[in-house]
Nanobody, 121 residues
Framework: QVQLVESGGGLVQAGGSLRLSCAAS????????MSWYRQAPGKPRERVVT??????????FLADSVKGRFTISGDTAKNTVYLQMNNLKPEDTAVYFC????????????WGQGTQVTVSS
């Protein structure tokens, strides 16, 4: 199975940018549908964006709340998926999780441990 480790979270002011990384190991992320989810306090976990298995830099899902601001991409050489977040808003504050679903075994979903993103006003 694949293991996922997120990094890149932190504190940023409203209007700023942040790039999250999801380092995959055990298998190439090209064998999975890769997604970013987020969970804010008191709210259910929601899907933010999904990268299709055979594409790099594209997506097959993008939440309306982040359209025009967030972009998912992948680097095959580094076996890492990224989430570029621009024009951040306080409502983007959440723990962000990396997610993978296998295209060969239908195994998963697999989750990372999460990385905290805090956007201040």
């Amino acid at each position: 199975q694949v293991q996922l480790v997120e990094s890149g979270g932190g504190l940023v002011q409203a209007g700023g940018s942040l790039r999250l990384s999801c380092a995959a190991s055990g298998s190439s992320f090209n064998m999975y549908d890769m997604s970013w989810y987020r969970q804010a306090p008191g709210k259910p976990r929601e899907r933010v964006v999904t990268l299709t298995s055979n594409d790099r830099g594209g997506s097959k899902f993008l939440a309306d709340s982040v359209k025009g601001r967030f972009t998912i991409s992948g680097d095959t050489a580094k076996n890492t998926v990224y989430l570029q977040m621009n024009n951040l808003k306080p409502e983007d504050t959440a723990v962000y999780f990396c997610n993978a679903v296998s295209l060969t075994t239908r195994g998963g979903p697999y989750w990372g441990q999460g990385t905290q993103v805090t956007v201040s006003s």
